[in-house]
């Protein structure tokens, strides 16, 4: 019989073939805990999905924000718990879409939404109490957050029935993503007045999702994606206290958002390890007080970056697998992604397969029998811990350069995820990483597939649906509300207020972005990325 060739995990360290109890740390029991309590490793409740499943989340938007309003309904009524909002790169970059900048890229890669008329189309006929909403939107998050409010004011719906996400985390941008437009330091300073406002206006609003997800799909791995994604959580709250706020009112409403891969068994193990590191995090280094700010609540959406165009049905078979860890980790929503994703945007059959995954392991698998059915597994805890400790490590190297902002203009995780892709790439090249149907198990032909298109006019429509509004809205209003704004910006008053005027006048998102720029200038990287 052959000798077994060593097998290391996503993170690099050593997957043994057999696992025993004295693989697992000592004072498991302590680190451990029961379900619903510190250091919540075994989830941040006590039923978990006992008592009711996930919120199964589908993401979606594309072209106009009609065809998206059709989609969302859709996944309604096909049993969706929570939209999840995708929106296209001129409303992430904060541009309207007649500006010369976005051509090309109008309702590319989500829908357009430019001002207020357009959100009014995105959520017609859906009751926005009733519904949890996330927003995949960063730069301008505030923008995009007081549009959805004032739509639901003329739908009769007060702040405090909103429940939903803003992902909001513009750290990561700097290190993985690139929809940012401010500097790093306005940029925080809007993050924080969107926590005050929000604790005041919105108070069931997740107000930021601090995201590895993009970092991973960048190539990071999953020790640092949780890593790089925690250390920028670190500096959120240093933001928010340093903006005069106290922990306990705003950090029961951060959220956060990480991939799962097919690597089933580190995924749950890395779930598992950034509740206990979170937790420690917030009661012994900030000192919160409230068990609800210790919990790491997280959204999950499977890996895109795992998904292939060659053969593209068998994704199927990954996103399940992906779900899978996803669930046993303990996540509080999921999305999955389509199968034909690595092609194009999703059609509505594949986003309906997509659900349907995780309606099968909801409702026909015995996983939301139990609360955390892996707890005590030898190979969990084992790995668990190894990633706890490497993560840690990690994030003391953030910490060395004085904080994750200052890591991030050195250049430090980009780096990191760079090289850790490169490696990867190289081993799908040389085939020591097997993916199925790109360097293994491939057809000689592939069978044709016809994707979703997007409609090449929706850039024209967009272009005459602002100048409808610009030529009937009140012009004077727009500058006065424009001018509040800046001021604003270039004191220390809340940002978000006199935003809310502008926009219910009808200033546009670039207007409203455009008003920033001027204030707080453009983020240009350095030579160092």
Known sequence: MSERSERRSESGFVVEPVYREGDVPAGLAERLGEPGEYPFTRGVYPSMYTSRPWTMRQYAGFGTAAESNARYRQLLAAGTMGLSVAFDLPTQMGYDSDAAIAHGEVGKVGVAIDSIEDMRVLFGGIPLDKVSTSMTINAPASVL????????????????????????????????RGTYIFPPKPSLRLVS???????????????ISISGYHMAEAGATPVEEIAFTLANGIAYVRAALDAGLNVDDFAPRLSFFFVARTTLLEEVAKFRAARRIWARIMREQFGAQDPKSWMLRFHTQTAGVQLTAQQPEVNLIRVAVQALGAVLGGTQSLHTNSFDEAIALPTEKAAR??????????????????????????????????????????????????????????????????????QVSQEIDSGSRVVVGVNRFTLDTEEPYEPLRVDPTI???????????????????????????????????????????????????????????????????????
């Open 193 to 207: 007045d969107t926590f005050a406002y929000c604790r005041k206006e919105i108070p069931k609003w997740n107000t």
């Open 459 to 529: 850039e024209a429509a967009q272009a005459a649906r602002l100048a409808t509004l610009r030529r009937d809205r009140d012009n004077p209003a727009v500058e006065r509300a424009l001018r509040d704004l800046r001021a604003a910006a270039e004191g220390t008053d809340n940002v978000l207020y006199p935003m809310k005027d502008a926009l219910r006048a009808r200033a546009t998102v670039g207007e409203v972005c455009g008003a920033l720029r001027e204030v707080w200038g453009l983020y240009r990287p350095t030579d160092r990325f």
């Open 145 to 176: 957050l007081l549009l959805y409010q004032l739509v639901a004011e003329e739908q009769g719906v007060p702040g405090d029935k909103l429940s939903g996400t803003i992902q909001n985390d513009i750290l990561k941008e700097y290190i993985a």
């Open 353 to 422: 397969l997509a659900l349907r995954t995780q309606q099968v392991i909801a409702y026909e698998s015995d996983l939301t029998a139990t609360v955390d059915p892996f707890a005590g597994s030898y190979v969990v805890e084992a790995m668990t811990a190894k990633i706890e400790e490497a993560t840690v490590a990690l994030m003391d190297r953030v910490a060395s350069y004085g904080s994750a902002v200052e890591a991030i203009e050195a250049g430090f995780q980009k780096r990191e995820i760079e090289t850790s892709a490169y």
